[in-house]
């Protein structure tokens, strides 16, 4: 982007000379000496709000201390962060912090990362003259179905008030009373409840916010942590898992990560987690005998695949493969290679409604973020959570247009005009400047108007996929390229008893497919059928072959988001005994036709290189069209997908409303 | 006796409620001259050839704070602050009951000075008489095209809305009142941005107290000069004083600025007889006390911060030796405690812990230690918070400890000697 270049500053804070851009706030400053001013209220997503005080720094030549949240530079400015001044102003802040504070820390989730305890220890007093007794307010309260709320501990920092406002577009929560009786609560008493909620246990800078799924869990010295992506949707946030003893406790956001998720979580990605340690995960092989499931080894699993393939072939039967939308990048590419050495050319990542997942030139999410005009196309807001995010920031921060095509899930509570095809959201864009298109990928005239329509106007274009890894799929050539069946063509023949093997790797057809009848049929007719599996889904219960997979989280690889970006995702639990990861099924596979397979180097270098190319293909392109036309649906909900979310009794209470499976 | 009758003028002699009666008596006359006559650029010229100082309680010039409006084309407000909650100031709804038109034609000076086509006045919501008044008296103005479209002829247009408060003490500072008028809940924004730039409905605005605006009448009628003639050197004109206490006849008083405060307490009847002076505390009640050596230092902007206090609104209470000042401090504090908005630290939390403190000690309980922190503690605090209010805890606080402190320590606990 062509701007004119950045007028500098110079200042010295406590006599290190330092030099920002024009209009830094000393908070910001200060960092770049790594000389820490604290904060409570301050955010830098959020923005200075004045409240907490704590930040005092003495700017030379003005009387009063001021607030270094929202001071900015000036040239030749003398600021000290660490003078007695400063010292004695901010500790009479943290005094008074503490003059109601309950310091119920040995009970408290946030005791060992809180910021009162460590600015208490680090700046404060360490006397108390506070003779009275404190005030109570109420504790534990209910606050909605993500979290509890801690009234005394509360420092009115508002930053969960401001997050609801300014960044989830939400306002339900507000500070009522006033003064020292002042409480957080939703201003309409209703229940804490939306899709980003989880958010502000974190931003909470004391333990007055807490998660349910991590009340009373861990003391976070506990915890292992591993940085990773997260996996629930095709948005690819960055995330911290941490690990208590084996267990996933909670998983957190990532505060820097500027360029995917801007720092946040939804709370899908947050609080889907109490499916890893469900009982009824699969753990081992299972092979229906007599329509009856029996538990097998893994030799004797990929031996009866191997021979039911051998098998197929004699009989001349077709062989085919359906699914890896949730597969990793890796798993994705040798499950086609593996097949296609095999000579199955049968392959296909879509089981759902979407029907295309790269758009065939990257944007990334922070360019979306600048356009003048947003055109959306399907419940992106469900389908791509924190994506969404960006779009309310776009448009309530930015200025952005936002048009809606068709139907597109719940109304936003924003400025935006509902359209119902590409001419009409053509007429509704802003004259100039930029236009975006997010897509659901699942009406391919749709997608195709779309981009005739805007194609004059040079478009960003993405596509929100329903599952997480689809472009990374398409990327690694999961499609029937060389002349095979798609999948509603290998679904309409296999139910007419063409197939001899049909495999599922991460779809669960059954529940969630537009064509689920047909599947349906399909796996009956089919004599033998895979399914790679965390549960018995419905698909499962289908099947011959039953393959217990490794989650998410238990396994190493790569994801390409809606952006195109490539992203690692890291193994930061350990799988239960017996499931073995979708790699790891296919190598097992491929041993048993003794198949030469690329070296891990080589499946890398591999991945990389489709990754890098965006497959060349415009928005609604005809080959990825379907023999058997589906209707696209667009109301689904973030918690609809794989089914994972079934495995947590909590998550039924997650839901903003009920959600009508497969509807 | 030095009192002038300025604004007050007519109030208790006529029903200047009455437009006619308001306009027999030159009511008007500066507004219908400002319209036909006047550039806006003169009304402000005027105003700051005055020397007009804010008399809602910061005194800051007016002239300056209209010149801090931005040239950007946007549109301006003038809201006019009639919230007046500060105990001991009542002059504000004296001139709405009793003199609505000059307030109005005041704020429509004001209005037409700064170039606002639509302007406000955020009226206390306790004072429902004074709100019916004045919304009779615009309504009256309309009719005769004083306001409203086309006034007068002249193609101008200003509007002028009367809203009712909802809220709170907190709601009479100019930005909490800002947001309170936009429907918000009612607590001080965060400046910068600063009115002037960003204000109602982010658009530059000015905040004028009522006594402010009305003064721009018989500026204009007398001429910027008569008014800057009176007074000291950087405190000109007059000012309504609201005295109360331990007086024989509190009430409103309109004095040159510069009168003495011995003066003033005279002019208010004087100490019931048998009593003597203690102190008073001169610019409502976030000002400090002030003694019997500052008698005699005119009643003016500089020579009350002189004497360690400030002129503020206008609010003079008068205590005499029969005050318990420990009662005193506690009425004080608990009024800034209850009326925090909570927003920042020091003053959602100190106001508070004074206030149990002190609750204390008026039933005898204090400790040693306490005195101590009392002072370590609201020293500290002024200067640290967001807004005004929280700079107010202290004042009236410290003034009197430190004056008095016999009768802090007499409430002191005694110490229990281990048997
Ligand atoms: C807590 C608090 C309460 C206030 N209440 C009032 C009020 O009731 N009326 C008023 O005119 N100014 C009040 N002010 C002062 C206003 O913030 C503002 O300075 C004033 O309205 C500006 O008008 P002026 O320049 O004409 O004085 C208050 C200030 C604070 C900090
Ligand atoms: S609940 Fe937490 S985030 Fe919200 S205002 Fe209180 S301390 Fe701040
Ligand atoms: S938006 Fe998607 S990637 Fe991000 S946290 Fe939610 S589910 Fe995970
Ligand atoms: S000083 Fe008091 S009234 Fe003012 S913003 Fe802070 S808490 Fe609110
Ligand atoms: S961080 Fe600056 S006031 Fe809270």
């Known amino acids: 982007?062509?701007?004119?270049?950045?007028?500098?500053?110079?200042?010295?804070?406590?006599?290190?000379?330092?030099?920002?851009?024009?209009?830094?706030?000393?908070?910001?400053?200060?960092?770049?000496?790594?000389?820490?001013?604290?904060?409570?209220?301050?955010?830098?997503?959020?923005?200075?709000?004045?409240?907490?005080?704590?930040?005092?720094?003495?700017?030379?030549?003005?009387?009063?201390?001021?607030?270094?949240?929202?001071?900015?530079?000036?040239?030749?400015?003398?600021?000290?962060?660490?003078?007695?001044?400063?010292?004695?102003?901010?500790?009479?802040?943290?005094?008074?912090?503490?003059?109601?504070?309950?310091?119920?820390?040995?009970?408290?989730?946030?005791?060992?990362?809180?910021?009162?305890?460590?600015?208490?220890?680090?700046?404060?007093?360490?006397?108390?003259?506070?003779?009275?007794?404190?005030?109570?307010?109420?504790?534990?309260?209910?606050?909605?179905?993500?979290?509890?709320?801690?009234?005394?501990?509360?420092?009115?920092?508002?930053?969960?008030?401001?997050?609801?406002?300014?960044?989830?577009?939400?306002?339900?929560?507000?500070?009522?009373?006033?003064?020292?009786?002042?409480?957080?609560?939703?201003?309409?008493?209703?229940?804490?409840?939306?899709?980003?909620?989880?958010?502000?246990?974190?931003?909470?800078?004391?333990?007055?916010?807490?998660?349910?799924?991590?009340?009373?869990?861990?003391?976070?010295?506990?915890?292992?942590?591993?940085?990773?992506?997260?996996?629930?949707?095709?948005?690819?946030?960055?995330?911290?898992?941490?690990?208590?003893?084996?267990?996933?406790?909670?998983?957190?956001?990532?505060?820097?990560?500027?360029?995917?998720?801007?720092?946040?979580?939804?709370?899908?990605?947050?609080?889907?987690?109490?499916?890893?340690?469900?009982?009824?995960?699969?753990?081992?092989?299972?092979?229906?005998?007599?329509?009856?499931?029996?538990?097998?080894?893994?030799?004797?699993?990929?031996?009866?695949?191997?021979?039911?393939?051998?098998?197929?072939?004699?009989?001349?039967?077709?062989?085919?493969?359906?699914?890896?939308?949730?597969?990793?990048?890796?798993?994705?590419?040798?499950?086609?290679?593996?097949?296609?050495?095999?000579?199955?050319?049968?392959?296909?990542?879509?089981?759902?409604?979407?029907?295309?997942?790269?758009?065939?030139?990257?944007?990334?999410?922070?360019?979306?973020?600048?356009?003048?005009?947003?055109?959306?196309?399907?419940?992106?807001?469900?389908?791509?959570?924190?994506?969404?995010?960006?779009?309310?920031?776009?448009?309530?921060?930015?200025?952005?247009?936002?048009?809606?095509?068709?139907?597109?899930?719940?109304?936003?509570?924003?400025?935006?005009?509902?359209?119902?095809?590409?001419?009409?959201?053509?007429?509704?864009?802003?004259?100039?400047?930029?236009?975006?298109?997010?897509?659901?990928?699942?009406?391919?005239?749709?997608?195709?108007?779309?981009?005739?329509?805007?194609?004059?106007?040079?478009?960003?274009?993405?596509?929100?996929?329903?599952?997480?890894?689809?472009?990374?799929?398409?990327?690694?050539?999961?499609?029937?390229?060389?002349?095979?069946?798609?999948?509603?063509?290998?679904?309409?023949?296999?139910?007419?008893?063409?197939?001899?093997?049909?495999?599922?790797?991460?779809?669960?057809?059954?529940?969630?497919?537009?064509?689920?009848?047909?599947?349906?049929?399909?796996?009956?007719?089919?004599?033998?059928?895979?399914?790679?599996?965390?549960?018995?889904?419905?698909?499962?219960?289908?099947?011959?072959?039953?393959?217990?997979?490794?989650?998410?989280?238990?396994?190493?690889?790569?994801?390409?988001?809606?952006?195109?970006?490539?992203?690692?995702?890291?193994?930061?639990?350990?799988?239960?005994?017996?499931?073995?990861?979708?790699?790891?099924?296919?190598?097992?596979?491929?041993?048993?036709?003794?198949?030469?397979?690329?070296?891990?180097?080589?499946?890398?270098?591999?991945v990389i290189a489709r990754a890098a190319k965006p497959l060349a293909a415009a928005l609604g392109e005809a080959r990825y069209a379907t023999s058997e036309p589906l209707a696209p649906s667009s109301s689904r909900s973030i918690w609809d997908g794989g089914g994972t979310c079934a495995h947590d009794d909590r998550i039924a209470t997650l839901r903003r409303e009920p959600v009508k499976v497969g509807a | 006796m030095p009192v002038t009758k300025v604004l007050t003028a007519g109030i208790g002699e006529a029903d200047l409620r009455d437009i006619s009666v308001y306009r027999a008596r030159g009511g008007y006359k500066q507004w219908e001259r400002a319209v036909r006559d006047l550039k806006p650029a003169d009304v402000m010229e005027a105003c700051d050839k005055s020397g007009l100082r804010g008399r809602g309680g910061a005194g800051f010039p007016t002239g300056r704070k209209w010149s801090f409006l931005p040239n950007n084309g946007k549109p301006r407000y003038m809201v006019c602050n009639c919230d007046e909650a500060e105990p001991g100031t009542f002059k504000d709804h004296m001139l709405l009951e009793e003199t609505p038109h000059l307030v109005l034609e005041g704020i429509l000076l004001g209005a037409y000075g700064i170039g606002c086509t639509h302007a406000y006045i955020y009226i206390r919501g306790e004072f429902k008489r004074g709100y019916q008044i004045f919304q009779k008296a615009i309504d009256d103005a309309r009719a005769a095209g004083l306001l409203g479209k086309n006034i007068l002829g002249t193609g101008l247009d200003i509007e002028v809305t009367a809203h009712r408060g909802a809220g709170a003490y907190i709601c009479g500072e100019e930005t909490g009142l800002l947001n309170s008028l936009e429907g918000k809940r009612g607590e001080p924004r965060l400046k910068p941005p600063f009115p002037a730039i960003a204000g109602l409905y982010g658009m530059p605005t000015v905040v004028n107290n009522v006594e402010t605006l009305a003064y721009l009448v018989p500026i204009l009628e007398k001429g910027a000069d008569w008014f800057a003639s009176v007074g000291t050197e950087r405190s000109k004109g007059y000012k309504i004083v609201s005295v109360s206490g331990h007086v024989q006849k509190p009430g409103n008083y309109e004095v040159p600025i510069g009168t003495t405060v011995r003066e003033i307490i005279e002019i208010a009847g004087g100490l019931r007889p048998g009593r003597t002076f203690a102190a008073v505390q001169p610019g409502g009640q976030s000002s400090a006390c002030i003694f019997e050596e500052h008698l005699d230092y005119p009643y003016d902007y500089e020579s009350m911060a002189k004497a360690g206090s400030m002129l503020g609104s206008g609010a003079f209470t008068v205590f005499d030796d029969t005050t318990d000042w420990v009662k005193a401090a506690l009425n004080s504090v608990r009024f800034y405690a209850h009326e925090s908005c909570g927003q920042c630290t020091p003053c959602r939390e100190g106001g508070h812990w004074l206030e149990r403190v002190l609750h204390r000690f008026v039933e005898g309980r204090g400790l040693r230690s306490d005195l101590e922190m009392i002072r370590r503690v609201s020293g500290t605090i002024t200067g640290l918070n967001l807004c005004a209010l929280g700079d107010s805890i202290e004042p009236f606080l410290k003034s009197v400890v430190n004056r008095f402190p016999e009768q802090f320590e007499a409430r002191v606990m005694q110490e229990l000697t281990p048997a």
């Open chain 1, 1 to 606: 982007m062509a701007e004119a270049a950045t007028e500098m500053v110079k200042l010295t804070i406590d006599g290190v000379p330092v030099e920002v851009p024009k209009g830094t706030l000393l908070v910001e400053a200060a960092k770049k000496i790594k000389q820490e001013i604290p904060v409570y209220c301050y955010h830098t997503k959020l923005g200075p709000a004045g409240l907490c005080r704590v930040c005092l720094v003495e700017v030379e030549g003005m009387p009063k201390l001021q607030i270094g949240c929202n001071t900015p530079v000036a040239d030749g400015m003398v600021v000290h962060t660490r003078n007695e001044k400063v010292e004695s102003g901010r500790s009479m802040i943290l005094e008074l912090l503490l003059v109601n504070h309950p310091l119920d820390c040995p009970i408290c989730d946030k005791g060992g990362e809180c910021d009162l305890q460590d600015y208490a220890m680090a700046y404060g007093r360490g006397a108390s003259d506070v003779a009275d007794p404190k005030q109570s307010k109420p504790k534990g309260v209910d606050l909605g179905p993500t979290i509890v709320l801690d009234e005394e501990r509360c420092v009115v920092c508002q930053r969960c008030v401001r997050f609801d406002d300014i960044i989830a577009g939400e306002r339900q929560l507000v500070v009522k009373d006033r003064g020292h009786n002042d409480i957080i609560a939703t201003s309409t008493g209703d229940p804490y409840r939306h899709n980003f909620t989880g958010n502000v246990t974190e931003l909470c800078p004391v333990g007055a916010l807490t998660s349910k799924t991590y009340r009373f869990k861990s003391r976070p010295w506990d915890l292992n942590r591993t940085e990773t992506s997260c996996t629930q949707c095709a948005v690819g946030c960055r995330q911290f898992a941490d690990v208590r003893y084996g267990t996933l406790v909670r998983t957190m956001s990532v505060e820097n990560d500027d360029a995917i998720s801007d720092g946040w979580l939804c709370d899908r990605g947050r609080y889907n987690i109490g499916y890893l340690g469900a009982p009824e995960r699969l753990t081992q092989p299972l092979y229906k005998q007599n329509g009856q499931f029996v538990q097998i080894g893994w030799d004797d699993a990929f031996a009866l695949w191997a021979k039911a393939i051998n098998d197929a072939r004699a009989a001349g039967k077709a062989v085919g493969a359906l699914g890896g939308g949730r597969l990793f990048n890796e798993e994705a590419y040798l499950l086609g290679y593996v097949m296609r050495a095999l000579g199955v050319k049968n392959l296909d990542w879509r089981t759902g409604r979407q029907l295309q997942a790269s758009p065939g030139a990257n944007a990334s999410y922070e360019a979306l973020e600048n356009a003048s005009s947003i055109v959306i196309a399907g419940d992106i807001a469900e389908l791509a959570p924190v994506l969404w995010l960006r779009i309310i920031k776009a448009v309530t921060r930015k200025g952005a247009r936002l048009v809606r095509v068709g139907a597109c899930g719940a109304a936003p509570g924003f400025a935006h005009t509902d359209v119902t095809n590409a001419g009409e959201a053509a007429q509704a864009v802003a004259a100039e400047g930029g236009v975006a298109i997010v897509w659901d990928g699942a009406d391919l005239a749709l997608g195709a108007a779309l981009a005739a329509t805007f194609a004059s106007r040079s478009p960003l274009a993405y596509i929100a996929s329903e599952q997480s890894n689809a472009r990374g799929a398409e990327a690694m050539g999961l499609l029937p390229t060389d002349g095979g069946a798609d999948f509603t063509k290998i679904a309409a023949d296999a139910a007419n008893g063409a197939y001899g093997v049909l495999a599922l790797f991460g779809a669960n057809p059954l529940r969630n497919a537009p064509n689920a009848e047909t599947m349906r049929g399909a796996l009956q007719a089919t004599p033998f059928t895979v399914v790679s599996e965390l549960f018995m889904t419905e698909s499962a219960q289908a099947a011959t072959l039953v393959l217990p997979a490794k989650s998410a989280f238990e396994k190493s690889g790569t994801v390409i988001d809606i952006a195109g970006d490539l992203l690692p995702v890291n193994a930061s639990l350990q799988a239960p005994v017996g499931a073995l990861s979708d790699l790891e099924m296919l190598i097992g596979l491929a041993q048993q036709f003794d198949l030469a397979l690329p070296t891990s180097e080589e499946l890398d270098a591999a």
